[in-house]
């Protein structure tokens, strides 16, 4: 008998065993890659979601922050009167105080009718405009200065001034040395009519 095949045949079960083995361990490996590939691509995608949780969380904090510093400035907008009806007869007063408060010669004053600053203004507020004409003799340039101070500081509405013309007075008598001119706009904001 041939020491090969008598070697193959007490081996024989072992080299099957073997083979079977080996085939099982080839079963496991491609198994466990694509077990591992299938992880990756779960880890990735859940890497994925987090980043985009973790994206529009951010935007979602971001977009928090600006509301609250937008309702900040509203709310400022609104205690300082820029929101709602004119107070005409409050600027009256207002501009009567300033007057006796800086001891100023003469004030004098128009105000023209209240219009719509631009009409095609999107939002659900009407920029609204009183244009007043203002003439003051002035016994030196600071009185007008902290007249429009007075104001911008104390009023309940937005003064936006257009232009001011100062002029020397010739000496007839007056102790009123300037003549001060001047055109400021009176704003509010008005909520649209449906």
Same mark, same amino acid.
């Given at each position: ?48 979601? *987090? ?19 937008? @309702? ?7 205690? *300082?009167?820029?929101?709602?009806? =004119? ?5 009256? =007063?207002?501009? *009567? ?5 800086? *001891?100023?010669? =003469? ?19 009407? @920029? ?67």
């Amino acid at each position: 008998m041939n020491p090969l095949v008598y070697v193959l045949r007490h081996i024989r079960w072992n080299l099957l065993l073997f083979l079977l083995l080996a085939l099982l361990g080839a079963a496991a490996v491609y198994a466990s890659r694509n077990m591992y590939a299938v992880a990756q691509k779960s880890n990735k995608q859940a890497l994925d979601k *987090r980043n985009e949780i973790q994206a529009k969380l951010a935007n979602a904090r971001n977009e928090e922050q600006e509301l609250r510093e937008k @309702f900040s400035r509203y709310e400022n907008i609104l205690a *300082r009167g820029y929101i709602g009806i =004119e107070r005409r007869l409050d600027w009256v =007063e207002q501009i *009567r105080k300033v007057k006796t408060t800086r *001891r100023l010669l =003469e004030v004098q004053y128009e105000l023209a009718p209240q219009q719509v600053l631009d009409s095609k203004n999107a939002s659900g507020y009407d @920029f609204m405009v009183s244009n007043m004409k203002l003439q003051m003799p002035l016994l030196h340039e600071e009185d007008l200065l902290n007249f429009l101070a007075d104001l911008r500081n104390n009023f309940r509405a937005y003064i936006s001034l257009n232009s001011c013309n100062v002029v020397r007075q010739p000496k007839v008598g007056s102790s009123a040395q300037l003549m001060a001119e001047c055109s400021i706009d009176w704003i509010t904001l008005r909520e649209k009519n449906p």
